[in-house]
């Protein structure tokens, strides 16, 4: 918990008062609480979704959303993107492409409240899990371990809504060597992550020249958005899931989880880490 006095100002949280107990004491005080609202992403005047996320770098959510869903196959795609708020929320007008435009009108499907398990909305199992460019092992990087360690340590002092708010998450792109270059965060695991290759996307980096790093679990979304960024490893503080580890292999992808400084374990494509 961080007081007023402590933290002045913090972009993506609201000021808020606290009374409790803590260590047997009591307190009241102003805290900082990270904003979680609705935001609607629109195509061509048309809205195709409903988010619950924290409203910073919503371009980036756009971006990062679309490419991850299949709606824009590259950012080029994208031509105009612009996020107005309103008494409700947020609504991101974003103007596409007549080939992304007919690419969503045939999948089109009412996705509110991902934050929580990715899949609401779904209508079928065939809609679950999408192609995903298989990554060449030929050509993908190799990683030293201390370097995956050497990103996880470094990203407290870059998370500046969780030091005020210990309520987001974060996903970061590190180089090879493990310096985070890239961070974005969210409430929500999967926004953080779309937001992080949507910045890749609009500043045009190679995304395969490094490693994704998430403040969560490694779940199947998780691991599908990382392969479709063409990130060769996919390094989580938490546990993935079976149908994550899946997933990574099928994508040839490296899957990390459990990083504790210089421990973790490794559930596909080993052979990408020295």
């Given at each position: 918990?961080?007081?007023?006095?402590?933290?002045?100002?913090?972009?993506?949280?609201?000021?808020?008062?606290?009374?409790?107990?803590?260590?047997?004491?009591?307190?009241?005080?102003?805290?900082?609480?990270?904003?979680?609202?609705?935001?609607?992403?629109?195509?061509?005047?048309?809205?195709?979704?409903?988010?619950?996320?924290?409203p910073l770098d919503l371009e980036d959510f756009a971006l990062g959303f679309s490419l991850g869903e299949g709606i824009l196959d590259a950012a080029h795609e994208l031509y105009a993107v612009?996020?107005?708020?309103?008494?409700?929320?947020?609504?991101?007008?974003?103007?596409?492409?007549?080939?992304?435009?007919?690419?969503?009108?045939?999948?089109?499907?009412?996705?509110?409240?991902?934050?929580?398990?990715?899949?609401?909305?779904?209508?079928?199992?065939?809609?679950?899990?999408?192609?995903?460019?298989?990554?060449?092992?030929?050509?993908?990087?190799?990683?030293?371990?201390?370097?995956?360690?050497?990103?996880?340590?470094?990203?407290?002092?870059?998370?500046?809504?969780?030091?005020?708010?210990?309520?987001?998450?974060?996903?970061?792109?590190?180089?090879?060597?493990?310096?985070?270059?890239?961070?974005?965060?969210d409430v929500g695991r999967h926004n953080a992550l779309d937001k992080l290759v949507g910045a890749l996307a609009a500043n045009e980096v190679d995304a395969s020249a490094g490693f994704i790093a998430v403040t969560s679990r490694a779940s199947f979304e998780m691991v599908q958005k990382a392969a479709m960024a063409g990130a060769p490893l996919l390094a989580a503080v938490s546990a993935p899931t079976s149908f994550a580890v899946a997933t990574a292999q099928r994508a040839g992808l490296t899957l990390v989880g459990f990083v504790r400084q210089q421990d973790l374990g490794v559930y596909s494509h080993a052979q990408r880490l020295r």
């Open positions: 918990m961080q007081a007023a006095d402590t933290v002045r100002f913090c972009e993506g949280a609201q000021l808020l008062p606290v009374r409790g107990v803590r260590g047997g004491r009591p307190f009241d005080v102003q805290d900082w609480v990270a904003e979680e609202v609705p935001v609607a992403l629109e195509y061509n005047g048309i809205s195709h979704a409903v988010m619950l996320a924290t612009e996020a107005e708020q309103s008494a409700l929320g947020f609504t991101v007008h974003m103007q596409v492409s007549g080939a992304a435009f007919a690419r969503l009108k045939q999948r089109r499907r009412s996705m509110a409240g991902r934050t929580g398990c990715g899949l609401c909305g779904t209508e079928s199992l065939t809609q679950v899990s999408r192609e995903i460019p298989v990554l060449r092992d030929d050509v993908a990087v190799r990683f030293e371990r201390g370097a995956i360690a050497r990103a996880m340590l470094q990203l407290p002092s870059q998370r500046t809504l969780q030091e005020a708010t210990g309520a987001v998450h974060a996903a970061a792109w590190c180089s090879a060597d493990g310096e985070v270059m890239w961070l974005r965060e």
